[in-house]
């Protein structure tokens, strides 16, 4: 177990990205997933600590023309009831609801929820699904990475040690997009994800478009549903497509069998959450 | 002019508050994890890693040399003396390693940080042996020995006969047979395992303590020690849950001790939650097979049983559980012929302890279940079959506990009444044969337990000290131990109703084993009753000196007085001959006739102990409960929804109606857990989900709404008429949720938990792609 020698609480990015660039820093911000891994020793402490929550520049929700940028410290509890969010991605408010327990949404940012990596993370399926991108600083500028490239394995991201995520952007969603987020525990709280699936598209006539698809849980990092995408994409909403869908959703998915669950039920899981978005947004 | 004193409101049957629970509510109770001695060290294990080796090799020399370390116990500089239940568990290993959980050596230290990182330093070398965790193939030929006295592995064995199952059997109309795999859950107490070891300069051992026995504790700690067990003096500072898990020493009580004796200051050595988890003990996992057999009308012939207990690496009480199993097994129902054996093979698993319930859990899964798939095959409701079979007041099961006032019968037709069992039962049967993904289903589960005690120690008995100072104000010292579970109300109501004043002029005296009278400990729901009756049988003894001082003073004859409001009263009319307080002072100062009101008494139960056949009336009484349980299953991803529980039980009389309330939905929540959602999960020795991210117990959301009601037969041996209620609301629900889940779905699990995931399995197959 290491020790921490130095604490710092920068109050701008800059600041912060300035510490980034002179050494080995962890960074903190709710905390949730952090204190609990440097407890039971699967993460250690670098010899700095830096707490980002004093940075303004990364707290809050805004909407900029088409764009919509969520700071990085924006909690779950604020996702839960931002009006911005409720307007344009509800997707992501309907996650927050289901995201934990009220204490955590309180504590936890979406900025860690997605550098925690966790292939169950909760907050990053809808924005995978929403086709969002992270916006990470350093001392050499800002870079936006796709969140859908941004994984490469549980706990692994392609974030540079000297790189801050500072937020999250994304593309307001077609007029009519419609989605939903599906997640299945044994419990109705403080949950983690066995399986969990945003799916959202715009549907016309009955003629679904715009489709896009993320699943949790089911792979080495949340996932994009490429073959479900494609499968639904164009087509009309009806029993035999939907049904169709589960069972492409829930061949794509790549999940193992551990402790929580099956490799087999997630699947299962999968296809059951992914008919039920689709038969709620049709 | 006369002061006519009221007659109060009694106390029995109120909803009387735990006195210890304000100061939990606002976060004022020191428990014993937050002391702090003053020149305190703290203390850890290093455990093993190995599952099954010998130890080659402990090295503690880098260990030593962190600053901050004082002390290090090894195997080699520690006492050699055994713990458990055979005593066949050494504290600190040497030889060889058995189990995940063992101890290779404890640290002590300035600081928790020094600890870790000595901990890390210690270097082990070993040599793995094979390993065996099965508790069928560590009985058979040629596997590896767990332990090189107990050839074969054999642990304890339990065997009780009663009449002819073979004739029995033939004589059947209806058999059946059936295996259950009973899994290991663990108490998950709030307060996770701790002790503070301290000596005196005379050698003598102050041990603050969670355990929930605290006069044997000494007796099972001190072989371990080299100390006798009179040097050892228990204090019992407020503990965060118990549940039976502190009913044995445990390697780290004396290793505390070890490293106390070593740095000559007070140790205080603590777990993580991931070790409660890893190493405290769990409940006793089982597999059971059974035959039932039954005439076509119902009547129960038969019921032959055959357990195998996998007993882990050492024995601790999970062992013994078919004392309380075989119980309900052989004689919950009419059973005219059963036979029973038990076995508890070593393996290389972790090893179970005593948990709420005791084998009581495991046997109400069993024959609640059985019962139900009894009725289908026989095509009698589940009502009807087991009313059939229901035992009327006054009958011996086939063990001799005699149920006096069986109240089984009544029971389980109220509960049904109630809950409008048949025809929802009925209904959601026909509902089954319809399309549909939501299904509602309902079940009854019955069981029977002890309610007057549990006479397995050569005492059941429980010692009260009661005293009333100058103010008027009781004291009662009491042997029985307060671990949450309430006694401390009851006591004081007890008493406050007895001496006519009110209850926060009654303190409780039970946490310093130096000044209690000596008591068995919290187990086998009999502390209500046991500690009840003693405590109220001293303050009787209290009155009636009092009452006979009171006479002389008033020339009123003491059988037409009583204690009223803090008064002396006359009976009759309530005028006051004096004030009780005053009183109290006469009578101390008195000059020659001086007198204390210090009354004690020892309360023995009239039960007996069972003979080497497992024949004995155990017990001063019994009590039965029929629960039903509504619920829904999603059969698309196997989700349960619980509705309702509806809880009937016999609990004798209602003492304190908050307490009995908080102990029925407590316990439901652990029978919920067992019987839905809670499994420690150990896979060739090692515990796999050592957290409560992935250990699910039960939280708020969950719960359904629970409707008690209390059958109150005033049990004659009872204070006040109560029975002992505690263990019944664990061990029912389990078995109530099964059968309602196969009157939703179709389907019977005799593997609990029920999950998600094996309701689906069952509903949509996949079985053979299923990775176990």
Redesign the interface.
């Known amino acids: 177990?290491n020790?921490v020698e130095n604490y710092i609480a920068p109050g701008s990015i800059e600041e912060a990205a300035a510490a980034l660039a002179a050494g080995p820093v962890t960074i903190v911000a709710g905390g949730t997933d952090l204190m609990l891994q440097t407890g039971?020793g699967a993460i250690a402490y670098a010899k700095t600590l830096m707490n980002v929550r004093r940075i303004a520049e990364m707290q809050g929700v805004s909407i900029d023309g088409d764009t919509i940028r969520i700071g990085a410290l924006t909690t779950i509890t604020e996702l839960k009831s931002d009006a911005i969010i409720a307007e344009h991605l509800p997707v992501v408010a309907e996650m927050a609801d289901k995201f934990a327990s009220d204490q955590i949404r309180n504590a936890s940012t979406i900025g860690g929820n997605i550098c925690n990596a966790s292939p169950a993370g909760d907050g990053i399926v809808p924005l995978m699904m929403y086709g969002a991108d992270v916006v990470l600083a350093s001392a050499k500028g800002n870079r936006n990475v796709a969140l859908s490239e941004f994984f490469t394995g549980p706990g692994k991201t392609v974030k540079a040690d000297n790189e801050l995520l500072v937020a999250i952007e994304i593309a307001k969603p077609a007029a009519g997009f419609k989605g939903g987020f599906g997640k299945?525990g044994?419990?109705?709280?403080?949950e983690?994800a066995m399986a969990s699936v945003a799916l959202g598209g715009v549907v016309k006539d009955g003629v679904i478009s715009n489709v896009s698809v993320a699943f949790g849980a089911v792979g080495p990092t949340p996932m994009m549903g490429a073959k479900t995408t494609a499968l639904l994409e164009g087509k009309t909403l009806n029993e035999e497509t939907i049904s169709a869908a589960g069972e492409a959703a829930s061949e794509e998915v790549t999940p193992i069998?551990d402790?929580?669950?099956?490799?087999?039920?997630r699947r299962?899981?999968i296809r059951?959450m992914t008919e039920e978005i689709l038969n709620d947004v049709g | 002019m006369d002061q006519i004193v009221e007659k109060p409101d009694t106390l029995i049957g109120a909803a009387f508050p735990k006195p210890d629970a304000p100061d939990k509510v606002v976060g004022k109770t020191t428990y014993i994890n937050d002391m702090v001695l003053p020149r305190m060290l703290v203390a850890k294990i290093k455990r093993t890693d190995r599952v099954h080796a010998k130890i080659l090799s402990v090295d503690i020399s880098e260990a030593e040399k962190v600053p901050g370390i004082v002390a290090i116990a090894t195997a080699e500089n520690s006492p050699k003396g055994l713990i458990g239940v055979l005593k066949d568990n050494p504290p600190l290993k040497g030889d060889k390693v058995r189990c995940i959980r063992d101890e290779i050596a404890g640290v002590a230290g300035e600081t928790e940080e020094a600890v870790n990182r000595a901990l890390e330093l210690i270097k082990v070398e070993y040599e793995d042996l094979p390993t065996v965790f099965d508790p069928e193939e560590a009985l058979k030929e040629g596997a590896p020995l767990i332990h090189e006295d107990k050839p074969g592995n054999i642990g304890l064995t339990f065997d009780f006969e009663h009449g002819d199952v073979k004739k029995a059997e033939a004589e059947s109309d209806v058999v059946l047979e059936e295996k259950y795999e009973l899994h290991y859950v663990t108490h998950t107490c709030m307060g996770p395992g701790c002790v503070i070891a301290d000596f005196d300069t005379h050698g003598k051992l102050t041990i603050y303590t969670q355990t929930q026995y605290p006069y044997n504790y000494k007796m099972d700690l001190a072989p371990a020690l080299d100390i006798p067990a009179g040097d050892i003096r228990v204090i019992q500072p407020p503990t965060g849950g118990a549940f039976g898990s502190k009913l044995d020493v445990y390697p780290f009580e004396p290793i505390a001790v070890y490293l106390a004796k070593i740095a000559r200051r007070p140790v205080k050595l603590f777990f993580s939650r991931e070790e409660e988890f890893i190493a405290s003990p769990t409940r006793q996992p089982a597999r059971v097979y059974i035959k039932q057999g039954a005439k076509k009308d119902g009547t129960i012939t038969f019921r032959d049983v055959q357990v195998y207990l996998n007993n882990g690496g050492y024995t601790s009480w999970g062992a013994t559980i078919p004392a309380v199993m075989m119980r309900t097994m052989t004689g919950h129902f009419r059973i005219p012929n059963v036979e029973f054996h038990s076995v508890a093979p070593y393996t290389n698993n972790p090893f179970a302890g005593s948990f709420r319930g005791y084998g009581n859990v495991q046997a109400t899964y069993v024959t609640a279940t059985l019962m139900d798939k009894m009725a289908e095959e026989l095509g009698m409701d589940p009502i009807e079959f087991r009313l059939k079979n229901a035992q009327e007041p006054g009958e011996r099961t086939p063990q001799n506990s005699l149920l006096k006032n069986a109240a089984l019968a009544d029971c389980i037709k109220i509960s049904a009444e109630k809950t409008d069992f048949l025809k929802k039962h009925a209904e959601y049967t026909e509902a089954r044969k319809t399309p549909g993904r939501i299904r509602q289903g309902i079940g009854i589960a019955t069981s029977v337990h002890n309610a007057g005690g549990a006479k397995i120690h050569k005492s059941d008995g429980c010692g009260t000290i009661l005293t009333m100072d100058d103010y008027g104000r009781a004291t009662v010292i009491t042997g029985a131990s307060e671990i949450g579970q309430g006694i401390d109300a009851v006591i004081t109501q007890l008493v406050s109703e007895e001496l006519g004043i009110p209850p926060s002029d009654v303190l409780i005296a039970n946490d310093d084993s130096a000044i209690g009278p000596w008591d068995v400990g919290v187990h086998a729901s009999r502390t209500t009753f046991i500690a009840g009756n003693s405590a109220r049988n001293a303050a009787v003894k209290a009155k009636q000196q009092i009452l006979a001082a009171a006479a002389r003073q008033s020339n009123v004859s003491a059988d037409k007085l009583e204690l009223r409001g803090g008064h002396v009263v006359q009976k009759d009319n309530g005028v006051s001959v004096t004030k009780l307080d005053r009183l109290i002072r006469a009578m101390h100062f008195a000059g020659e006739d001086a007198e204390l009101v210090m009354v004690s008494e020892y309360y023995e139960p009239p039960s007996e102990l069972e003979d080497k056949n497992h024949v004995g009336d155990i017990s001063a009484a019994y009590a039965h409960g029929a629960y039903i349980t509504e619920l829904e299953v999603d059969t698309l991803t196997g989700g349960v929804k619980l509705h309702k529980i509806t809880a009937v039980q016999d609990v004798g009389k209602v003492i304190n109606k908050l307490g009995i309330e908080g102990q029925m939905e407590g316990g439901i929540a652990q029978g919920i857990g067992y019987g839905l959602s809670e499994e420690l999960i150990i896979e060739e020795g090692i515990v796999k989900n050592p957290n409560f991210r992935d250990y699910k117990v039960v939280t708020a959301p969950e719960m359904p709404e629970i409707e008690c009601h209390f059958i109150e037969d005033d049990e004659e041996t009872g204070p006040f008429g109560a029975k002992g209620i505690s263990e019944l609301p664990c061990i029912i629900p389990g078995a109530s949720i099964a059968n309602a889940v196969y009157n939703a779905i179709g389907v019977r699990f005799d593997n609990p938990p029920i999950t998600p995931e094996k309701i689906v399995r069952a509903l949509h197959g996949g079985k053979a792609e299923a990775a176990e």
Do not use: E
């Open positions: 177990m020790t039971s299945f044994p419990r109705p709280a403080l983690i069998d402790v929580r669950a099956s490799a087999w039920y299962h899981l059951v």
